[in-house]
């Protein structure tokens, strides 16, 4: 496997590279709608969580790096991801206030696995068997991206990691409460790439994804067109993406029911009027 590493400007750096928004009010219909974040993730330090996410891709980085696995600059695949994530990240930091300061990178591994994620702080891995094996289009990659980053976004890592401070008494755990540094944290709350979130969580993400994508300019009707794809793949060997993610059906049901609310934003993204990033 290969890994390409791309460093991305903040959000609201790259917000000027969007064309200048001139566009029709938003009305009460348009923009997804999801609740309010768990209050309990403030359990756990958000800059704590980062610092052990910027640990791990750290070293995720450092392995492939080592064995001489890191993709030529003008990989096209490698581009391609970059490119799409970059379109993505004007219109983070309405659903998070933090995300203006993160340091955003993407990295593409070269790796038959089907499976992608956005670590705490905007640390984002696409595997190529994804992209590749799936062929997954423009919009369909826009649409993985967009909901990896929502999770990031919605702070459900953060959330998970307190429901542990909750559920569990070790003094590894509780140590998170009183001021454990980065390292400890990583090891306590056990690898933040392979977090399996809820059932709301994945929903979240989903609509939030969605909505990103259309902002940028994708088409969200692709979110219908992944999840066949993945529902397909799902039939031999599951595909660790999709192992930690609910069935496709219920997941297509949802992006139908919404796509009302995301299609006029696509469109208006799409005849050169970007939405506002708020």
């Known amino acids: 496997m290969m890994m390409r590493r791309w460093v991305i400007a903040g959000a609201a750096g790259l917000a000027l590279l969007a064309a200048a928004p001139a566009v029709a009010q938003r009305t009460e219909q348009e ?35 080592s064995r001489g696995l890191t993709a030529p600059p003008d990989d096209p695949q490698a581009k391609r991801i970059e490119r799409i994530t970059r379109e993505l990240l004007p219109y983070a930091q309405k659903w998070n206030e933090r995300a203006k300061d993160w340091r955003w990178e993407v990295t ?55 429901k542990v401070t909750l559920t569990n008494a070790g003094t590894v755990v509780i140590a998170l409460l009183i001021g454990s540094n980065a390292g400890e944290l990583a090891r306590a709350g056990g690898s933040l790439m392979t977090l399996q979130f809820s059932r709301s969580d994945e929903k979240e993400a989903d609509l939030i994804g969605m909505e990103l ?66």
Request: proline fraction near 6%.
């Open 108 to 162: 593409l591994i070269r790796s038959r696995n089907i499976n992608a994620f956005c670590m705490p702080g905007g640390k984002i891995a696409v595997f190529s068997g994804l992209v590749e094996t799936l062929k997954l289009t423009d919009d369909e990659v826009a649409m993985v991206i967009g909901h990896e980053i929502a999770h990031a976004l919605r702070e459900h890592a953060r959330e998970r990691a307190a």
């Open 213 to 278: 994508a259309a902002r940028a300019g994708y088409n969200p009707e692709a979110g219908v067109t992944l999840w066949q794809k993945m529902s397909r793949a799902a039939k031999g060997a599951p595909p660790q993406w999709l192992s930690t993610h609910p069935s496709g059906e219920t997941r297509i049901k949802l992006i139908k029911d919404n796509l009302s609310r995301v299609m006029p934003l696509y469109q208006r993204a799409r005849a050169g009027k970007p939405p506002s990033a708020n």
């Open 31 to 65: 923009g997804v709608q999801v609740g309010r974040p768990s209050f309990v993730r403030r359990l756990v330090s958000a800059e704590k969580l980062e610092q052990a996410a910027q640990l791990q891709y750290g070293q995720l980085r450092s392995q492939a790096t």
